[in-house]
């Protein structure tokens, strides 16, 4: 068994939405597909998946130093020890030979997105949901395939208002979702503090309303910001400063009373290591945001969660950013406290086709094979411009 072509597209965002930091309007995502030379019902089994959302495509680095590496390597080093399977830790360790340690930047989205492919091919070659095979190899039971998610939105538009925030999440609301969150920190303070209003009045109860910065904020206006949302009694306060900026996250920890949830710019287990070792994350409170498609993959997501309970805090405190069908997966498969989803942004990658819409913030993981992208209407026909000798 051989992976015969390894390909990338960089695919554009559709929208025009803006939080804190960035507008996503010139954003793109690497979709990649792993084709190998096994064939079912006329047609080579192929794994797609993407870099997540947020940080870019990865073209040039895919087709300047991880591709190659790849090409270049035995088959036999790629696969696991039944040669039934490829093994996503040597893929990802062939991906990034002659690569020092640290400052892990772009290449960990890069490498990100095919590590994931290996696990939606593994899952395709066993004819089986990718949760289903991401449990089996982490050593975990056969998961029940359900779990709670929640509409992330609320970003700011070129034209907007709470009128506008109210009517995005009434209809997510409309889609099933009973918890949602919003973006703060791009508008001066009592003008979040309007938007929060207009979006608890679809949230009611403010544990169903999370907020995230993104970022944006000193310790001083994350401590004025925390002060005038304490008593909203939100869900969580998300990436309230410099995602490296442990100290300042310590802080805050310390003085707003509610949860805290970071972690979705640390991309290797060591980085995580140092948050929970100097972040003052609070156990059984906070949550951890990391994204295997922004951080190597699901072998480096594993170490990370190794490291949270090896600290002290629960799997259950993991909620990875994603919103998409690949972290879906990976949620249900490793028993993580619950996923992002993105019902109306970031197409054709965000959200989950309505077969996955369970109701009353609950969603599943249909029976298709892999990652069941091939599920989602308006990103079946990138996959199939990309592989068209898989459809
Ligand atoms: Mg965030």
Redesign the pocket.
């Known amino acids: 068994m051989r992976i015969v072509a390894i390909r990338e597209a960089s695919i554009r965002l559709q929208g025009d939405v803006a939080n804190a930091v960035v507008s996503f309007a010139e954003h793109d995502v690497s979709l990649v597909a792993l084709v190998t030379d096994v064939i079912r019902n006329g047609r080579p089994v192929t794994g797609f998946a993407f870099d997540s959302i947020g940080r870019f495509a990865q073209g040039g680095i895919l087709r300047d130093r991880i591709l190659p590496r790849l090409r270049a390597a035995k088959d036999v080093d790629l696969l696991d020890e039944s040669g039934g399977a490829f093994d996503a830790a040597k893929v990802l360790a062939a991906g990034m030979r002659n690569e020092k340690p640290g400052g892990h930047g772009d290449r960990a989205a890069a490498m990100g997105a095919i590590e994931l492919a290996v696990w939606d091919l593994n899952a395709k070659l066993a004819d089986e949901p990718a949760c289903e095979t991401i449990a089996r190899t982490f050593g975990r039971p056969s998961p029940d395939r359900r779990t709670s998610a929640y509409a992330a939105g609320g970003y700011y538009y070129p034209e907007d208002g709470p009128g506008r925030l109210r009517d995005e999440f009434a209809a997510y609301r409309d889609q099933g979702f009973t918890a949602f969150k919003m973006k703060i920190g791009g508008a001066p303070l009592a003008d979040d503090l309007a938007r929060i209003e207009a979006a608890l009045s679809v949230a009611g109860a403010g544990a169903n309303l999370a907020v ?1 910065a ?1 970022g944006r904020f000193d310790l001083e206006t994350a401590l004025a910001c925390g002060d005038a949302i304490a008593p909203y009694g939100l869900r969580w306060y ?2 309230i400063g410099d995602p490296l900026d442990y100290d300042l996250n310590r802080r805050i920890a310390e003085a707003y009373p509610g949860a805290i949830a970071t972690g ?1 710019n640390l991309f290797s287990a060591i980085d995580v290591k140092n948050l929970l070792l100097f972040g003052g994350m609070r156990s059984g409170r906070d949550l951890f ?1 990391m994204d295997p498609g922004l951080a190597y993959g699901l072998t480096e997501y594993g170490r990370m969660l190794a490291a949270m309970e090896a600290h002290g805090f629960e799997r259950r405190q993991a909620v990875p ?1 994603g919103g998409h069908l690949i972290n879906l997966h990976a949620v249900i498969g490793l028993g993580l406290g619950g996923c992002e989803c993105y019902p109306g942004v970031f197409q054709p990658f965000g959200g989950y086709p309505p077969a996955c819409m369970l109701g009353d913030g609950m969603v599943r993981a249909t029976d298709a094979p892999g990652f069941g992208l091939e599920e989602k209407d308006n990103l079946r026909p990138e996959l199939a411009r990309l592989a068209p000798e898989a459809f």
């Open positions: 995230d993104n998300e990436e979705e945001q950013h």
